[in-house]
């Protein structure tokens, strides 16, 4: 009787210890995906910063003119594919009656707000989306978007 009692004691702790060990490898791919997501999520918020530097160069670069008005917004691909921002330039801050502000005036898709000051002529307010391509395997098929809004002076 004793034997039989010692396989019950025994199939008993390899049930446990499979028990705990379920629930750490659970725990563990957990870890993986949090960790994972973390690293797609900074390097697109990387990405979004260098998208506002880009596009404030194109802002800066642009020949507005009466025909062209001013730029409404800029597309920007990463090289690897991973990441892709839509830069919306959604409102500027000219000086009040500057060459600027004549030609942006017949656009669409941003607003023109004429102000006084030197200090503020050429703010605009930036409207950034950042999505990651889920369909690259570099990014797992993680789907992160993020959104910012901003005032820059280009």
Same mark, same amino acid.
């Given at each position: ?37 973390? $690293?797609?999520?900074?390097?697109? %918020? ?45 409102? $500027? $801050? ?15 898709? $941003? ?6 000051? %030197? ?11 950042? %999505? ?23």
């Amino acid at each position: 009787m004793r034997r039989g009692f010692g396989l019950m004691q025994a199939l008993m702790v390899i049930v446990l210890i499979s028990g705990l060990m379920v629930v750490v490898m659970k725990y563990a791919q957990y870890s993986i995906k949090q960790t994972k997501d973390l $690293y797609i999520r900074e390097s697109a %918020e990387l990405f979004m910063n260098s998208a506002i530097e880009l596009s404030l160069l194109a802002i800066q670069g642009y020949k507005r003119s009466s025909t062209n008005h001013c730029l409404s917004d800029v597309n920007i691909t990463s090289s690897d594919q991973r990441f892709s921002a839509d830069v919306n330039i959604t409102d $500027y $801050y000219l000086l009040k009656d500057s060459n600027d502000s004549t030609f942006c005036s017949g656009g669409s898709g $941003y607003a023109v707000h004429d102000i006084t000051t %030197e200090d503020s002529h050429g703010m605009v307010m930036l409207e950034i989306t950042v %999505e990651a391509n889920n369909s690259n395997p570099k990014n797992h098929g993680t789907k992160i978007i993020l959104r910012r809004r901003t005032l820059q002076r280009p």
